[in-house]
C-alpha cells in the first residue's frame, strides 16, 4: 500500500516528535522534580513548606502524563530503542520508579498526621521524589552519549554486559549534576510564579542564582567533554533512510569528537547550545530583577535548548553500542514498519492538540500563587 508520507520523514518525523514529548516532559514535571529537591531548603516553617508544596500540587499528577507519553512512543515508534534502552538501564530505571512512586505517597501521607518528625520524613521524601529522578535522567543521557554496553546477536536479541555502578562515569555524573541545577533553576523560577512573595521567594532567587551558575559551568564543561574526550560514533559508509529496521545492516565505528560533526554540516544546530546558555542568562537577570516571567521563560529556553543540544549533536544516533558500534540504534535502523509509523502519526494528529488544550486549560483555571492564609480557608489543601 502506497501512503502519502514516505518512510524516511515519518522516521524524523517520529524522532522530533520524540525530542517533543522528553522537552514537554522537562518543561513540567521538570518544576515539580525542582520544587521537590528544593522544598527542605527554602522553607523553614510548616506553613512555608505547605505553601511550596501546594505550588505544584494541583498539577503535578498531570504532568506526569508526558512521561507516560513518551515512554509510550519509544515502545510504539522505537521498538529496538525501548527492548535495549529498558532492559541496560533497567537499574536505573527502578531508581527513578521507586523515587516517583515515593512521591504521590508523600503528597497524600505528609498532612495526615500534625507530629513533626511525621512531615518532616515525607518532605525529605518529596526531596528524594524531585532530586534521584533529574539526576538518574542526566546519568541516563550521558550514557547514551557515551554509548551502552549492549551488542545484538545475529537474531537481534539484545544482551547488556554493563552494571548499574558502571553508569556513573565522571562524564555521566556531570550531566547528572547539569539535569539537577537545570531542573532547580526551573523549580526557583517556578516558585517565583506561583508562591507568595516572602522569604521562600528570597531564599528560591538564592538558589535558583546558585543553579544558573552551576548549569552554564557544568553546560560548558560538558561541551568541552565531548569536543576533547573520547565520545562519539560515526556511521561509516552511505545510510539507507528508508531501508528496513535492522541495525546490524549499518556500520558504525567509535569516533571522538563525531558528536561535534553535526554542527559543521548544519550551521543552524548551533541554536540549540545557544539557546541553552542565553536562557540561564535570561533566568539568572530575571532572578536579579525579581522579574518572575523572565525568570521561568528564560528558564524554559534553557531547558529546550540543553535537551535539544543532545538530540541533535547525536543525530542520527539514538543509542549507540560501545562493545558493538555495528549494534548501534539509529534513527533510520530501529524503528517500527511504515504502516505503524503512519497510524501512530495520525493517532497523534488528533489526541496531542487535545491535550495540550485540556492542559492549557487546566493551568488556566488552577492559575493563582499559593499563600500561608489559603490554608485556614481551603481544607482540600495538602
Avoid at 142 to 169: C, K, P, Q
Avoid at 188 to 204: C, D, F, H, I, Q
Avoid at 305 to 325: A, C, K, Q, W
Wanted: glycine letters at 10%; a positive charge.
Amino acid at each position: 500500500m502506497e501512503l502519502p508520507i514516505d518512510y524516511a520523514t515519518l522516521r524524523l518525523i517520529w524522532w522530533g516528535l520524540l525530542g517533543v514529548l522528553l522537552i514537554a516532559f522537562a518543561l513540567t514535571d521538570g518544576f515539580d522534580l525542582g520544587v521537590g529537591a528544593l522544598l527542605p531548603f527554602i522553607a523553614k516553617t510548616d506553613d512555608e513548606r505547605r505553601m511550596v508544596i501546594n505550588t505544584i500540587g494541583a498539577t503535578w499528577e498531570g504532568n506526569q502524563v508526558w512521561f507516560v507519553l513518551a515512554g509510550g512512543s519509544i515502545f510504539a515508534a522505537w521498538p529496538f530503542v525501548y527492548a535495549v534502552s529498558f532492559s541496560s538501564f533497567y537499574m536505573a530505571m527502578f531508581l527513578v520508579l521507586a523515587a516517583l512512586i515515593l512521591r504521590p505517597v508523600a503528597f497524600k501521607y505528609r498532612s495526615k498526621r500534625p507530629a513533626k518528625a511525621w512531615r518532616s520524613f515525607w518532605d525529605w521524601a518529596l526531596f528524594v521524589g524531585g532530586f534521584v529522578p533529574a539526576l538518574v535522567f542526566g546519568v541516563a543521557v550521558g550514557n547514551v552519549m557515551i554509548g551502552a554496553d549492549f551488542r545484538l546477536d545475529s537474531d537481534l536479541r539484545s544482551f547488556y554486559e554493563g552494571s548499574l555502578l558502571g553508569l556513573f562515569t565522571p562524564f555521566s555524573l556531570l550531566c547528572g549534576l547539569l539535569s539537577v541545577a537545570m531542573l532547580v533553576l526551573h523549580g526557583a523560577a517556578w516558585l517565583g510564579l506561583k508562591s507568595e512573595r516572602g522569604p521562600v521567594a528570597a531564599r528560591a532567587r538564592t538558589f535558583g542564582t546558585v543553579a544558573g551558575l552551576l548549569s552554564i559551568a557544568l553546560f560548558i564543561a560538558g561541551g568541552l567533554f565531548v569536543a576533547y574526550g573520547d565520545l562519539g560514533f560515526r556511521i561509516v559508509g552511505a545510510a539507507d533512510p528508508s531501508g528496513v529496521s535492522n541495525p546490524l545492516r549499518t556500520a558504525v565505528v567509535a569516533a571522538p569528537g563525531a558528536w561535534l560533526d553535526n554542527y559543521g554540516r548544519y550551521p543552524w544546530m548551533i541554536a540549540a547550545p545557544v539557546m541553552g546558555l542565553v536562557g540561564v542568562v535570561a533566568a539568572l537577570l530575571g532572578l536579579w530583577r525579581r522579574s518572575e516571567p523572565l525568570t521561568f521563560g528564560g528558564s524554559a529556553v534553557s531547558v529546550i535548548g540543553i535537551i535539544s543540544t543532545v538530540g541533535l549533536s547525536m543525530f542520527p544516533f539514538i543509542l549507540p553500542s560501545t562493545i558493538d558500534p555495528a549494534s548501534s540504534l539509529t534513527v533510520w535502523n530501529s524503528s517500527s514498519t511504515h504502516l505503524t509509523l503512519f497510524i501512530m502519526l495520525g493517532v497523534t494528529v488528533v489526541f496531542l492538540p487535545l491535550i495540550l488544550i485540556y492542559t492549557s486549560w487546566v493551568y488556566k483555571v488552577l492559575w493563582g500563587r499559593s499563600s500561608v492564609a489559603e490554608f485556614k480557608t481551603n481544607p482540600d489543601l495538602y
